[in-house]
């Protein structure tokens, strides 16, 4: 599965900023719909964040998924990547 990455910034209430990818089927380009994603995700955060902005989480490249993203997908029609800050 052919997957778009979005790569994504969140301010933490706590000063940190948050990086994270969400990875979406490439076919997928309703930016809305990827935000909706990013926002389920901070929902289960255990600190309060920022909300995801159109400037913060922007299309970055499109990549080969391995099984466990696609699993992931199929699951949830999304998965995350944490970069920094996510824990």
């Not at 990455?5 to 209430?13: G, I, L």
């Not at 993203?69 to 998965?79: A, E, F, K, Q, R």
């Amino acid at each position: 599965m052919r997957v778009a990455v979005w790569d994504t910034y969140v301010n933490r209430k706590d000063g940190q900023v948050m990086h994270f990818d969400i990875l979406v089927p490439d076919t997928l380009t309703d930016e809305n719909e990827i935000f909706e994603f990013g926002k389920a995700y901070l929902r289960n955060k255990a600190f309060e964040t920022e909300d995801i902005s159109a400037e913060k989480c922007s299309f970055c490249h499109i990549a080969q998924a391995p099984q466990h993203v696609v699993d992931s997908i199929t699951l949830s029609g999304y998965h995350i990547i944490e970069m920094e800050n996510c824990l």
